[in-house]
């Protein structure tokens, strides 16, 4: 299978005939213009470090789109406009390329079937290493930026937490897979809120973000020199997770692995009303206060981190 | 080295402090509104591939960045706004990663040092995998396209050709490095048409791109169903290559590799006189005709491809 195949034959479906993919025919695409201001994410996933060798490649390109609709989606935006960069192991067939592209097209599909106007596929004899790069048109006058966040906001999330880390366990062997199907179908094809979550955000959040990295780590980017008051007992899991989250040490786990594709806003309280009411799952889990870092209570008791042997990362690639 | 190391002291100098880059603190960058269209074009290269492990980290830099700026200098239009995606290897370090960015900065002075808004870095524990997206702003009404070529246009190129196939035989010990030192700077540091040739390209050419995939597959894929005439003896060359292209099937080597970082256009006859005076080294190498494909002449006569056992690839990875 050689490039010129991959790109005619196989990716080309994917710009929906849109004419500014210039029929994938050119070294370049010319950029839409768009009514309200843009914003531009990409999120790379490596073999290896984001996913495994073993994970179905349809799966693979449901996650690439899913990882940067995420990013999209948080900020109060809607996804218009993709570019993919391919690195694909020489060994990689024809079938498995298409295999890929339909996970691509049907995670599209799901958030407004946005085109996919140009790239760059490469062979490599290493790790398959995909790229999107997603433009979005925002809902409002600008974006919602995670730098928004406001002295006495409340602190929301979106969805549940912590199901990727367990799914991630049982395909390393480390859980049983029978007890968490759920989680090992996160971990495969995650969920990303709808575009009414991007319009509820717009609407009513003066700080978001995807929590790609964590959600106490990314909280922590969040609030920056403010300070934060989360409780413990008002994150949000699936059942299954709840199974896992047993104690205050796996809850830690689950809440500073990452992969949610849940996003993390902030929002005045006189919008609790609405944000509550969206038909949206949401939940309110905290408090923006002036200073001091992130403070977490359980049972009204705020948790001493050294005390129980507790961290988390601040782990960070996007930018 | 974190990422955020990486991120914060080492990539973030490369926004040049644009506001839209947004300090590299959020996940996506806002995209700067221009007055004309814009177009975006994205190239991965790839250890192994596109680079050798042994390349300096300062020239993979630079060759990231004039691979992708030369897709936009060939489209008469100008380099305005990067993203950066690396995939680099656990093994690298802060040091490697700084002299990355230094011939990231290094290329990208020397086009107008637009800003880099975004991006993200991830590790592997294979090979390293950079692109970069590179959107520019037309200097015409629009992009001059690969489709353009009209019947009876001239065919010109700029620079020279071939510098680079004898610069990577020089580093796999195929040809003798101090018999083309030339070449083998080339290779690692590609010059790029400067600005003033977009400017050319946006006033004279019908058709236009940058000769990545060798000079004759490229020159194939610019005139789909039209003809063209070519004459060999008119191809530019350095002295070195010219020492080099000394029969047939050597010269088809050169004319067939890539990596040139030239401009294949098109142009109407009136405008030959206003392009030779330009100042910039453009040759006329040949026209095109209404059909029949690519056909090559030397010394007047029509070369028989498979009598002289010749042939040309047709990759492509960009689109």
Redesign the interface.
């Known amino acids: 299978m050689?490039?010129?195949a991959i790109?005619a034959e196989i990716?080309k479906p994917l710009s929906g005939g849109d004419e500014n993919?210039?029929g994938?025919?050119?070294?370049?695409?010319?950029?839409p213009k768009f009514t309200k201001?843009?914003?531009?994410?990409?999120?790379?996933?490596?073999?290896?470090?984001?996913f495994l060798k073993s994970d179905a490649p349809e799966d693979v390109g449901y996650k690439l789109i899913m990882a940067n609709v995420s990013?999209?989606i948080?900020?109060g935006a809607e996804p218009r406009a993709g570019?993919l960069?391919l690195?694909l192991p020489h060994s990689m067939d024809a079938n498995a390329v298409k295999a890929l592209a339909n996970g691509i097209a049907e995670a599209k599909a799901l958030h407004g079937d946005f085109p996919i106007?140009?790239?760059?596929?490469?062979?490599?004899?290493?790790?398959m290493?995909l790229?999107l790069?997603l433009?979005?048109e925002t809902i409002g006058e600008k974006?919602i930026?995670?730098?928004g966040a406001q002295i006495g906001d409340d602190i929301y999330v979106t969805g549940v937490i912590g199901d990727a880390k367990i799914g991630l366990d049982c395909l390393f062997g480390k859980l049983d897979p029978d007890n968490y199907p759920k989680c090992i179908e996160h971990y495969k094809r995650p969920k990303v809120q709808p575009l009414s979550a991007a319009k509820l955000i717009a609407k009513y959040a003066n700080a978001a973000?995807?929590i790609?990295d964590g959600l106490l780590g990314d909280l922590q980017?969040m609030i920056m020199a403010l300070g934060a008051e989360l409780d413990l007992e008002k994150i949000p899991y699936s059942k299954e997770a709840d199974q896992y989250a047993i104690c205050l040490k796996s809850m830690f786990e689950l809440i500073s692995f990452g992969d949610d594709y849940q996003i993390l806003f902030t929002s005045a309280p006189i919008n609790e009303d609405a944000i509550m009411q969206s038909g949206l799952q949401i939940t309110k889990i905290g408090k923006i206060i002036q200073s001091g870092g992130l403070k977490l209570f359980s049972n009204g008791k705020e948790i001493d981190f050294e005390r129980n042997n507790l961290s988390f990362s601040?782990?960070?690639?996007?930018?």
């Open positions: 050689d490039e010129f790109i990716l993919a210039l994938f025919k050119d070294d370049i695409a010319i950029l201001p843009t914003i531009y994410t990409t999120d790379t996933i490596v073999e290896g470090t984001h990013d999209i948080a900020k570019f960069n690195c106007l140009g790239g760059d596929t490469t062979v490599t004899n290493g790790n290493v790229s790069s433009i979005g974006p930026l995670r730098s973000m995807d790609s980017k601040h782990k960070i690639g996007d930018f």
